[in-house]
Structures are given as C-alpha cells and as structure tokens.
C-alpha cells in the first residue's frame, strides 16, 4: 500500500497573508499541487485565520470539485462551534480533529482521548452524518488508541513532529520510530486507519512508510513548501534576469 499525499497549504496562505495582495495564490498552488499528482489538499484553519482564511475555503472546495474531482480535501481543527459551521459548510472527505488551542503556535500533540472521549463520540457522530470521514491527531503511544475507536474515529493521524525534529539525531530518530511502529501496530489490531503528519520531509519520508505499511496518507505542508522554494529558486531567479531586459 502506497501512503497517498495531501498538500497542507497553511504554509503558502501564511506566507501569502504577510501583503494585502493575492499572491502567492493558495488556490494556485493548489492546483500546481493537484496537477502534479498529490492525492489531496489540507488546511488548518486556525481561529485568527492568520494563514488560512475561512474564505480560502470555498475557493479550494470549488477548485476540487470543478477540476479535481478525484481528490480529496482535508479539514484539520479543533471542533469549536465555529469549526464545525465552516466544515459543514464546506465538506470536506475529511475532517482531522486536533487538540490545539487557540493561542497555539502549531499543533504539538495529540488527543488525550480519556478525558475528551465524550465530546469527541458526539463530535464524530455529528461529521460522520453528512458523509465525511473522521480522523484524530494521535501522539506515537498506542495509549489511548482503543478509547480513540470507541468514538467512532475512522482513523488517526499520528504526530510525527518529534520525529521530524529528530532530523540530526540518528539515535533519537530511530527512538522515535520505533515508538510510531508500535503506535501504528496498535491501530491495525483496532482497525483503525492511519494518517502521519507534522515536519515530514523528502529524506524523513522513506525511514517512516518502511515501518508503516498501512499508512494511507501523509499530510505535508512546511517540509514541503520549504523544498520547493529550495527547488524552484534557480528557475524563479532566472525568470526575474530575464524580466530585467
Ligand atoms: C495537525 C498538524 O500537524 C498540522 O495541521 C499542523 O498543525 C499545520 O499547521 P501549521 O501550518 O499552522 O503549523
Ligand atoms: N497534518 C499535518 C500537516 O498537515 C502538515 O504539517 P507540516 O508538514 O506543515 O508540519
């Protein structure tokens, strides 16, 4: 089973948000990515929408079903109220319940799903009855996992943020492995289906879907977006030369 890849685009609507100018395009990109092949496009919209604004999501909802309609978009979040409305609203195939608060910088940790299990069961009911699937952000620990299926979630995204930081540390990073493989055994035996996200890259990539077989998606956003500055550089270089005469 090959992991399908679902383009965050927090990133470029952040780097967008710094100018009160249309570039660069969330939706442009979208498409760039879509074009190229992602399964996918995810968002985060968090509630002082300082990257994604709730009207970047019509304009991708449009974007997919008008030109994709093969592919899937992910909604990420912690289900406050308002949450909820946008992805009613919007619909997305996919709604990934995170634990962040609102002053959070990003997200750096998964469900206590103990003490949340009630609000999450009735969450998860209410996404599930207009069509979308339900995932939850998850941290490497198998703990929790069976409480996690008892709500009702489709799958878990587990946290891959201290393995993506683990970057310089080989040691560390195999630690770190070994905790997501023993995660993930857990959630096969539960029949729970499993997402990773949070600082994955091209070289942390290939270490984690060899541990992970039944990985069905990897949600990518800042890895991402910071190799295809590093790649697109040169050409963009290039192009503004040559817009100098
Ligand atoms: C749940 C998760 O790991 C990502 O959605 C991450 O939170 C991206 O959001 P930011 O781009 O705001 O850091
Ligand atoms: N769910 C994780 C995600 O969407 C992207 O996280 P990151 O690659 O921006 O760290």
Do not use: C
Request: no cysteine; charged share 25%.
């Amino acid at each position: 089973m090959v992991a399908t890849l679902s383009i965050n685009l927090n990133a470029v609507a952040m780097l967008r948000n710094r100018r009160d100018l249309p570039w660069p395009s969330v939706t442009g990109l979208g498409r760039v990515a879509l074009d190229a092949g992602a399964s996918g496009l995810t968002v985060h919209p968090r509630p002082d929408q300082r990257h994604i604004r709730f009207s970047d999501l019509g304009d991708l909802r449009a974007l997919i079903d008008d030109e994709f309609p093969q592919a899937e978009f992910n909604i990420e979040g912690y289900p406050s109220e308002e949450f909820l409305a946008l992805v009613e609203k919007h619909e997305p195939e996919q709604v990934t319940l995170v634990p962040d608060d609102p002053a959070q910088n990003t997200s750096d940790h998964g469900w206590d799903f103990a003490k949340h299990k009630v609000n999450l069961t009735e969450v998860t009911k209410r996404l599930k009855s207009h069509g979308m699937r339900v995932s939850m952000f998850a941290d490497p620990t198998p703990d929790g996992l069976e409480i996690a299926k008892e709500t009702g979630a489709d799958r878990v995204e587990f946290f891959t943020g201290p393995y993506g930081g683990a970057y310089a540390d080989p040691k560390a990073q195999a630690h770190e492995l070994a905790l997501l493989e023993r995660a993930a055994l857990k959630a096969v035996e539960l029949g729970l289906g499993i997402n990773a996200g949070h600082d994955l890259t091209v070289a942390n990539l290939p270490a984690l879907v060899k541990i992970m077989p039944t990985l069905s998606e990897v949600s990518i956003g800042h890895g991402l977006t910071a190799d295809a500055l590093e790649y697109g550089m040169r050409l963009s270089v290039q192009r503004f030369i040559k817009a100098l005469g």
